[in-house]
């Protein structure tokens, strides 16, 4: 089998893989997205792509249209935990918050159970 062409889902750099690379985790050198390698069959151009996060440890993935609503290993070596690729129509999380995080945590617990103990109230 020929090597393949293709482009970073990421940053669309242009890279190529060989056939024993095809389905397997990479990482492109300019922008560090891990992606998987596509088979020779997905090098069409028109090929849908879903970009998300490992909801363990936080980092991007990608994957291909054959992958989507699949549960796959998350990549890094370090991680390696279960994610479900996400079909691009799934409406998506908010990612910034997952990441950063409340700036006190106890203040907004306190509020939920403010709000919680005092429905009729209207907490701002």
């Known amino acids: 089998m020929p090597s393949i062409r293709f482009q970073c889902p990421?940053?669309?750099?242009?890279?190529?893989?060989?056939?024993?690379q095809f389905g397997t985790p990479a990482s492109c050198p300019e922008c560090e997205w891990t992606f998987y390698v596509p088979h020779l069959?997905?090098?069409?151009?028109?090929s849908a792509i879903v970009k998300f996060f490992c909801p363990h440890c936080n980092r991007k993935l990608s994957a291909t249209e054959k992958e989507f609503a699949t549960e796959m290993p998350?990549?890094?070596?370090?991680?390696?935990?279960?994610v479900l690729v996400p079909r691009p129509d799934w409406k998506s999380m908010p990612t910034t918050i997952l990441r950063k995080g409340a700036p006190d945590a106890k203040d907004l617990i306190a509020k939920a159970e403010s709000i919680n103990r005092n429905p009729n109230s209207e907490s701002a």
Do not use: I, T, Y
Not at 41 to 46: I, L, V, W
């Open 10 to 20: 990421n940053c669309s750099v242009k890279l190529s893989a060989e056939p024993d």
């Open 74 to 82: 998350c990549p890094f070596a370090d991680c390696g935990k279960p």
């Open 41 to 46: 069959e997905g090098e069409n151009r028109g």
